[in-house]
């Protein structure tokens, strides 16, 4: 995608970026005036079956995809009493029509038959628009519109007629084609990555389940077998400590010294914290500090499974938040991050208490039974998995920086 096959344009109804060989100004029109049909699927809810023919929702109807990998499945004789109404086919147009995902669109890119129910689907007049330029421009117009419906209170609803009557810029259908090709590639890399990351979660996690069930075992520098694992509670090996709070309204972008909250597990780290987020300015005295190689696990949460997340703190000396659960002992760190987090989650999460807000207490760690394998095998374990995350996050960040291109082309190159 070389971006110096652009040029700026300054006109009315022109956009800022557009490709050298064409000029003009783009033609406001609205959706009914470019398409066929507009429909929508059914409004009923039929008995789903474990296999048959494809039954998509909202939920399956993601920013420029559709979920067919966890969609639901009807019978023939249920799918057809749908598809008779809205037949979907390669190159129509799905957009939400209510609920939480109003206005969400993606393009038909199969050529199989599947049911709708709450989601409608425009069928675009390919001579005048073309179908993959009609979903890049409905996709950015979308955002707007999301957000329009979303601050009105009521829940979200489009009818079959406003979407009809909804406007957007089009240029001729050569343009459009050339446009169209130009967004799909970096769509398509975006695809490519996401998988790519989905792969790598999967190999992950299945080699973990190997790794701590010792179906898988490494050999120490001289091709030799390493010791056996010991089974050991988890009170004989560690010290358990508990962080000081520190509020949200403490948390300061100038802050002197780098601190970590316990909602941050859940949303800012995984195993490793190599980068700490946040900064306060409490006072020193006031504070709990890491030691290098502790494990936090939060000591409170919404559910059980969420309060069952370890992770490593690589540095010294950084504040560690109230709620928060701090391990101290020999074992990696690292190496006892992925282990809590892997083969103990649902151990962890057993040990639990409440309903409301769940709590997980030292005392309830402290007798954990763990199965330790020595310190140089703990650490090959440890920089194993820590390569397979550090894959992972590259392919994150290069997301992140097709995504952010992408959307900076999507707001010069339409009117």
């Not at 652009?6 to 033609?27: A, I, S």
């Not at 006031?286 to 069952?308: C, M, N, R, W, Y």
């Amino acid at each position: 995608m070389e971006t110096e096959i652009l040029q700026k344009k300054e006109t009315k109804k022109v956009p800022h970026l557009r490709f050298g060989e064409y000029n003009g100004e783009w033609k406001n029109v609205i959706i009914s005036s470019i398409s066929n049909k507009i429909t929508d699927g059914t409004h009923d809810t039929p008995k789903s079956v474990n296999e048959g023919t494809p039954y998509l929702t909202a939920i399956h109807v993601k920013d420029g995809f559709i979920d067919f990998d966890n969609c639901y499945y009807l019978t023939k004789n249920d799918h057809e009493q749908i598809y008779k109404r809205c037949n979907p086919e390669r190159g129509d147009l799905l957009m939400v029509n209510i609920g939480a995902g109003t206005a969400t669109t993606a393009l038909v890119n199969v050529d199989y038959e599947f049911s709708l129910k709450n989601v409608a689907l425009i069928k675009p007049n390919n001579s005048v628009v073309n179908s993959d330029f009609f979903s890049q421009v409905q996709r950015k117009n979308g955002l707007r519109l999301k957000h329009q419906l979303s601050s009105g209170g009521a829940q979200p609803f489009l009818s079959l007629k406003q979407i009809g009557k909804l406007k957007l810029n089009i240029p001729s259908l050569p343009e459009q084609q050339k446009i169209a090709n130009f967004l799909s590639a970096a769509d398509k890399k975006i695809q490519q990555l996401t998988r790519k990351k989905e792969l790598l979660e999967v190999y992950k996690k299945g080699v973990m389940q190997q790794l701590f069930s010792r179906e898988l075992r490494f050999k120490d520098e001289n091709g030799k077998d390493f010791p056996e694992w010991e089974e050991k509670k988890f009170g004989e090996v560690a010290v358990f400590l508990k962080g000081k709070g520190i509020s949200k309204s403490e948390i300061a972008v100038d802050g002197f010294i780098k601190c970590i909250r316990y909602g941050e597990l859940y949303t800012l780290y995984k195993e490793t914290i190599k980068l700490v987020h946040s900064r306060t300015n409490v006072p020193e005295k006031e504070l709990v500090f890491s030691q290098k190689g502790d494990v936090i696990i939060p000591s409170s949460g919404e559910t059980q499974l969420d309060i069952a997340k370890a992770s490593c703190v690589l540095d010294e000396k950084i504040a560690l938040g109230g709620d928060l659960n701090i391990i101290r002992s020999e074992i990696s760190g690292i190496y006892l991050a992925y282990y809590l987090n892997g083969a103990l989650k649902y151990d962890i999460a057993r040990l639990s208490q409440g309903v409301s807000v769940v709590h997980l207490y030292s005392s309830q760690l402290k007798l954990l039974k763990l199965t330790l394998p020595s310190l140089k095998e703990q650490r090959k374990i440890a920089v194993f998995l820590s390569a397979i995350d550090t894959k992972m996050e590259a392919i994150s960040q290069q997301i992140t920086k097709t995504q952010s291109f992408k959307k900076g082309l999507l707001q010069q190159m339409f009117v």
